[in-house]
């Protein structure tokens, strides 16, 4: 069992940043695999990008060289770095993580990039 609690989203203009951080209940050395979808308006939830334990990391061709994800095992935390946003990463953003065979889902975040 484990809470996933998000902060970090609000309103950017295009080009800005933000970090979004994800706060586990408990340690997330445990968890094989955390990450981040987004979900917005009349679009397909979309995989941003994921990690695994140990390091390896992913991410949707979108964000790929913009965004990245990263983990602090001190703070049970991992985080996602959104640099040169654009107005299609306006979204709702939600961490997930993979536990016992289960996958927990933070509240979600929004993120709106707009002039």
């Known amino acids: 069992q484990v809470q996933l609690v998000e902060s970090g989203g609000g309103s950017v203009q295009p080009g800005g940043s933000l970090r979004l951080s994800c706060a586990a209940s408990?340690?997330?050395?445990?968890?094989?695999?955390m990450g981040w979808y987004r979900q917005a308006p009349g679009k397909q939830r979309e995989l941003v990008a994921r990690?695994?334990?140990?390091?390896?990391?992913q991410y949707a061709d979108s964000v790929n060289g913009r965004f990245t994800i990263s983990t602090d095992n001190a703070k049970n935390t991992v985080y996602l770095q959104m640099n040169s946003l654009k107005p299609e990463d306006t979204a709702v953003y939600y961490c997930?993580?993979?536990?016992?065979?289960?996958?927990?889902w933070g509240q979600g975040t929004q993120v709106t990039v707009s002039s």
């Open positions: 997930f993580a993979d536990l016992l065979l289960r996958r927990y």
């Open positions: 408990r340690s997330i050395t445990s968890i094989n695999l």
């Open positions: 990690i695994i334990n140990g390091g390896s990391a």
